[in-house]
T-cell receptor
Framework: AQTVTQSQPEMSVQEAETVTLSCTYD???????LFWYKQPPSRQMILVIR??????QNATENRFSVNFQKAAKSFSLKISDSQLGDAAMYFC?????????????????FGTGTRLQVFP | NAGVTQTPKFQVLKTGQSMTLQCAQD?????MSWYRQDPGMGLRLIHY???????DQGEVPNGYNVSRSTTEDFPLRLLSAAPSQTSVYFC??????????????FGEGSWLTVV
């Protein structure tokens, strides 16, 4: 079974600085998707960035980028030029790319989250 | 563009009562699912559907029932509420295509308290 681990329950960063959130995962599959979701106090789940495992190039979305190390099963999120609005819980998630006919339940597997605080 | 809409946002139930959490999406997504989030944890899959008339169990299905009569709607029924079902419930959807549609979009959540 696949697992996702976020070893940092809490992180803090100064406004305008850079912070990196860690995520590791365990899987025997070769094809899958990885996501970072942001959950502000409103509890809404907001997609930050996604990565397809078959792509070697790291995904970027404006101030957000990932460091995807497939062999090490690592998927860290870097937030540059941190803003007060970035303060939230961040969840790393894994989803198999296996077809449903082969047993895929279309399940997103989440880590336990990292609470990011941003100080002015 | 409404996206994924859940109702109600907040609900208090007594133990043993039944209720239905509604979920609708207007993006013509084939895949829909229900997750629950308990304190200090990520989301866990309850039930999911890959299209109208097709549903299947996720990781924590006990105590919940679903049906999918239309592409747009995927209601979650609590048959006999228990305090252990106090949680935040999220409905989600995604397109079936394997191109850019691998992202799962979430509703805003429904806060359920069972007393």
């Amino acid at each position: 079974a696949q697992t996702v681990t976020q070893s940092q329950p809490e992180m803090s960063v100064q406004e305008a600085e850079t912070v990196t959130l860690s995520c590791t995962y365990d899987t025997s599959e070769s094809d899958y998707y990885l996501f970072w979701y942001k959950q502000p106090p409103s509890r809404q789940m907001i997609l930050v960035i996604r990565q397809e495992a078959y792509k070697q190039q790291n995904a970027t979305e404006n101030r957000f980028s990932v460091n995807f190390q497939k062999a090490a099963k690592s998927f860290s999120l870097k937030i540059s030029d941190s803003q007060l609005g970035d303060a939230a819980m961040y969840f790393c998630a894994y989803r198999s790319a296996k077809r449903r006919a082969l047993g895929n339940t279309d399940k997103l597997i989440f880590g336990t989250g990292t609470r990011l605080q941003v100080f002015p | 563009n409404a996206g994924v809409t859940q109702t109600p946002k907040f609900q208090v139930l007594k133990t043993g009562q039944s209720m239905t959490l509604q979920c609708a999406q207007d993006m013509n997504h084939e895949y829909m699912s229900w997750y629950r989030q308990d304190p200090g944890m990520g989301l866990r899959l309850i039930h999911y559907s890959v299209g109208a008339g097709i549903t299947d169990q996720g990781e924590v299905p006990n105590g919940y029932n679903v049906s999918r009569s239309t592409t747009e709607d995927f209601p979650l029924r609590l048959l006999s509420a228990a305090p252990s079902q106090t949680s935040v419930y999220f409905c989600a959807s995604r397109i079936r295509s394997t191109s850019s549609g691998n992202t799962i979009y979430f509703g805003e959540g429904s806060w359920l308290t069972v007393v």
